[in-house]
């Protein structure tokens, strides 16, 4: 009688187990497929820019993103870790000119073609636009 009560609650679970099994697998199609990986400390404008130049198209990437290039060259901000300013300034004048420093941050001239090399120095943070200024232009401004 008890082998009565348990056949029903094993054809369950061994049934279920299937459904679960059969359920699993790998997509057919990635999620990620069509999304193309850049480097993480590249902002993403930055990682479009060096694919477009490895395509030979970064003059018209640019011009259609309202990027200014000059001689192949963009101005980026580069932050830095704590304490390795130093380091990453001597990496980035390798790479293109600096111009400027502010506590952790660089502003860098750099050829697009060698933004991915700056980026893989240990000690940087981050690359990014410059940030635009905007000016207040509303009425009740003080002056």
């Keep these: 009688m008890r082998n009565i009560r348990i056949l029903p609650l094993v054809l369950f679970l061994l049934s279920y187990g299937i459904l679960i099994i059969g359920c699993q697998g790998n997509p057919a199609v990635a999620p990620d497929a069509g999304k193309e ?4 400390k590249l902002e993403s404008r930055l990682n479009e820019l060096v694919r477009a130049e ?13 990027i200014t290039l000059v001689d192949n060259r963009v101005r980026v901000i580069v932050e830095v870790l704590p304490g390795q300013m130093a380091a990453v300034t001597q990496a980035a004048g390798k790479l293109g000119i600096v111009e400027t420093s502010y506590q952790n941050l660089l502003q860098v001239v750099i050829p697009v073609a060698h933004l991915t090399a700056l980026a893989n120095e240990p000690d940087v943070r981050l690359i990014r636009f410059p ?3 905007v000016p207040d232009t509303s009425p ?4």
């Design 37 to 40: 990986e850049g480097n993480p």
């Design 54 to 66: 490895e395509r030979g198209e970064a003059v018209s990437f640019a011009q259609q993103n309202n």
């Design 131 to 133: 940030l635009s200024v």
């Design 140 to 143: 009740n401004t003080t002056r």
